[in-house]
Every structure is written in C-alpha cells, then in structure tokens.
C-alpha cells in the first residue's frame, strides 16, 4: 500500500509539472502574441515639388507733394493715367489695374526741437496703382523696368512683386499621397531591418507645408509661404504609425 501511495503521489506531481510547463508555454505565446500586436513603429515622411507661381500681384506708388492741396491732387491726377498708360503699352491690359484711394499727409513747419507746430507748410498725396495677373514672368520684368517713369518726371516706386501659386489646395492632396507612401517605405525598411513586417496604420498625423524658395533649407514649426521668389518649392510632411506584425 505504501508502494502504490508513492507511486500515486509520484504520478499525480508529473502531471502537475507537465501541466505547468503546458500552462507556461501557453500564456508565454499569448503574451507573445500580445505584446507584438501591440508594438508600432512611427515614421515622418515627406514629399518635395518644384513650382512655379502663376499670379503675380505687383504695385506702383506715385506721390505728389505742394503747399496747396489743390496742386498736389492735379499732379496726382495726370500722374496715375501715364502710369497705366505705361504698363498698357508694356502689354499689362487695364482690367489687371486697380488704382486705391488716395492717402493725405499734411506737412506741418517744425520748432527748434524738431517738434510738429499747428502750421501747415504743405501736404503730400500718395496713391497706388495695383496689378494682379497671370503673366507672372512679363509683370515680373516691368517691374524691373518701372523706374523709366523717373525719367518722365513720375514720382514713381516700384514696390516687390509678390507671386503666388493658386493651385495649392489640389497639389496637397497629391502631396500628402505621396509623402504618406514615403512614411511606409521607411517603415518597411526599419521593420524589416529587426525581422519583422509592417501592418494597419495606427494614426496619422499631417505636417505643415512649407513653400519656399526653390532650393532652400528654411524651415518653420508654422509653416512657410515664400512670396518673393517666381519658382518655389512645396514640400508636405505626414507623420504615420504603424504596427508591427
């Protein structure tokens, strides 16, 4: 009797080693299992373009400055129809013109300390023709070429064109397609590098564009809009997580 209790005992405390090293196995391929699907692996990627503007907004001041109000508005006002008459005969049509309204500033004598006094010496008039087209590149030359209404007696200043790119809201999709594949070939490339495989995307998460000169490495946490330049270069950022299989 005391053989078969031993023997029993002996049976019984097998099965329950087994019986752990089964359980072990078990849980230990769950948790496994487990903490693998809950890996994920984030990546940043990104999509450059070259463009190039196609409206340019430009703007011409003229100033006329006398001791009656009367004669600087009558300089003003032969001086504006030359300009556009100007920018026509460059090829600029005059629906492209707008004139704004026109800015006084009253001239006042200065004391001895250089402070303003309540006498008026004279007044300043200041208004701006404004063109807004298409022809990004003849804009951009007359532009160049506007100080030749100095030579006909035109206070003019030429101030910087600013050029634009109009189709921005249609080229983002496309870039943000493409910086997306960008994000899951360096995924691929980094899960593949450990032995392993990318699966569903986790979240993502789109960058700010950034326009800027054609060429150039300036960068902003807002985002950058160069208006300065006719060619430029858009660059889009998405940053994506995936899991890990």
């Known amino acids: 009797m005391a053989v078969e209790r ?9 099965a329950l080693a087994i019986g752990l090293v089964l359980s072990s196995i078990i849980f230990g391929w769950f948790y496994s299992k487990t ?31 006398s001791a009656q109000l009367t004669d600087a508005y009558r300089q ?20 492209q013109m707008t004139v704004s309204s026109i800015t006084t500033t009253t001239l006042k004598k200065q004391d001895s300390n250089g402070n303003d006094t309540s006498e008026i010496t004279g007044y300043t008039l200041r208004q701006e023709v404004e ?17 030749e209404l100095i030579n006909q007696g035109i206070l003019v200043e030429s101030n ?7 189709l921005i809201g249609d080229l983002k999709i496309e870039m943000l397609g493409e910086a997306a594949k960008d994000a899951k070939l360096r995924a691929e490339k980094i899960a593949a590098s ?37 060619d430029k270069d858009m660059t889009a950022v998405v940053n994506v997580s995936f899991a890990v299989d």
């Open 35 to 65: 903490r693998k699907g809950d890996e994920a692996i984030t990546v940043t990627g990104s999509a450059k373009k070259r463009i190039k503007s196609d409206l340019v907004v430009w703007s011409a001041g003229v100033s006329a400055q």
């Open 160 to 166: 910087p064109p600013r050029f634009y790119y109009t």
């Open 194 to 230: 450990t032995g392993n495989s990318i699966g569903a995307v986790r979240s993502a998460r789109m960058g700010v564009l950034q326009i800027t000169a054609a060429d150039s490495t300036e960068v902003s946490d807002s985002g950058i809009y160069d208006t300065g330049t006719i």
């Open 76 to 95: 003003l006002s032969e001086s504006v129809p030359r300009i556009k008459q100007y920018l026509v005969s460059k090829g600029i049509p005059e629906d």
């Open 131 to 147: 063109v807004r087209s298409k022809d990004v590149d003849k804009v951009a030359q007359i532009a160049r070429e506007a100080t």
């Open 6 to 14: 031993n023997t029993y005992w002996l049976n019984a405390g097998v």
